[in-house]
T-cell receptor
Framework: KNQVEQSPQSLIILEGKNCTLQ??????????LRWYKQDTGRGPVSLTI?????NTKSNGRYTATLDADTKQSSLHITASQLSDSASYIC?????????FGAGTRLTVKP | KAGVTQTPRYLIKTRGQQVTLSCSPI?????VSWYQQTPGQGLQFLFE???????NKGNFPGRFSGRQFSNSRSEMNVSTLELGDSALYLC?????????????FGPGTRLTVT
């Protein structure tokens, strides 16, 4: 069964600290993996999209990694800011199947 | 460039009624996808329309339907509303499509069924 699992479910960090969010998937075949940031009450915003051949992709302070062999991805946030408080959703697409993780709720405190 | 717009933003309906939601994509985008988001189930894919044709469909009952017009604007209809249909309904537009294209989400329509 195609699934996407994210961990942790929630995370609280202090402003300025780094953090890493995890995404494990069993979706097959694999087309791409995306990370989205969703602020409360708003639509998701794309952070990165990676295909099979890409190991790392950065977008400012966000860096996503992909290990297609172990079917794992991570999103690393550097020097966190209060505005990083949001839900981060991992989405894996394979063929015509699109699977969403439940998300990680990140809270950055001053 | 204007972003994806959705109307209405908030809606309250009664069980058994039907509802129509609207989505206007970014100019030039031919793909519009619809999603349901609930606290329990998270984000779930409903369907994708590309150049007025349904190209992909998620695992939702036939009460959920959609269409796309020649100007790429899309509508989603839910008939015989149930309490479980209460959710945030998001649409996303893309130039090349859901599978490989960059998607841009609208702010969503918050539907409450009482």
């Amino acid at each position: 069964k195609n699934q996407v699992e994210q961990s942790p479910q929630s995370l609280i960090i202090l402003e300025g600290k780094n953090c890493t969010l995890q995404c494990n998937y069993t979706v097959s075949p694999f087309s791409n993996l995306r990370w989205y940031k969703q602020d409360t009450g708003r639509g998701p915003v794309s952070l990165t999209i990676m295909t099979f051949s890409e190991n790392t992709k950065s977008n400012g302070r966000y860096t996503a990694t992909l290990d297609a062999d172990t079917k794992q991805s991570s999103l690393h946030i550097t020097a966190s800011q209060l505005s990083d408080s949001a839900s981060y959703i991992c989405v894996v697409t394979g063929g015509n199947d699109m699977r969403f993780g439940a998300g990680t709720r990140l809270t950055v405190k001053p | 460039k204007a972003g994806v717009t959705q109307t209405p933003r908030y809606l309250i309906k009664t069980r058994g009624q039907q509802v129509t939601l609207s989505c206007s994509p970014i100019s030039g985008h031919r793909s519009v996808s619809w999603y349901q988001q609930t606290p329990g189930q998270g984000l779930q894919f409903l369907f994708e329309y590309f150049s007025e044709t349904q190209r992909n469909k998620g695992n939702f009952p036939g009460r959920f339907s959609g269409r796309q017009f020649s100007n790429s604007r899309s509508e989603m209809n839910v008939s015989t509303l149930e309490l479980g249909d209460s959710a945030l309904y998001l649409c996303a537009s893309s130039f090349s499509g859901t599978v490989n294209g960059e998607q841009y989400f609208g702010p969503g329509t918050r539907l409450t069924v009482t």
